[in-house]
């Protein structure tokens, strides 16, 4: 099976800066497209970023030139830095994985989700 482990969320000021990372572990052949998405509540959860293993990013237009992503293949992880949060950023962030296991079988993963509040 495939695990997606986030860390890095909490409480940030407006105009702060935190760190997300999401490591996937367990029977991975290669992993696609890794990305973060978020959910407020009451809202869908939506696009935040996504990056190929070739490194091609996308954006949602609400983040773009705040936020950046970036992966690390070797390490099968994938990261988000947040810059010039809002509280409108406020909402558990979920990882998303498009991996290839062992089995040879291409499947969508998910991480548990990690909290980021932003707020005075």
């Known amino acids: 099976q495939v695990q997606l482990v986030e860390s890095g969320g909490g409480l940030a000021q407006p105009g702060g800066s935190l760190r997300l990372s999401c490591a996937a572990s367990?029977?991975?052949?290669?992993?696609?497209?890794m990305g973060w998405y978020r959910q407020a509540p009451g809202n869908l959860r939506e696009l935040v970023a996504d990056?190929?293993?070739?490194?091609?990013?996308n954006y949602a237009d609400s983040v773009k030139g705040r936020f950046t992503i970036s992966r690390d293949n070797a390490k099968n992880t994938v990261y988000l830095h947040m810059n010039s949060l809002k509280p409108e950023d406020t909402a558990v962030y979920y990882c998303?994985?498009?991996?290839?296991?062992?089995?040879?079988?291409?499947?969508?993963?998910w991480g548990q989700g990690t909290q980021v509040t932003v707020s005075s």
């Open positions: 367990g029977s991975i052949l290669s992993i696609s497209s």
């Open positions: 998303n994985g498009i991996v290839r296991v062992v089995t040879g079988t291409w499947s969508d993963y």
């Open positions: 990056i190929t293993s070739g490194g091609v990013t």
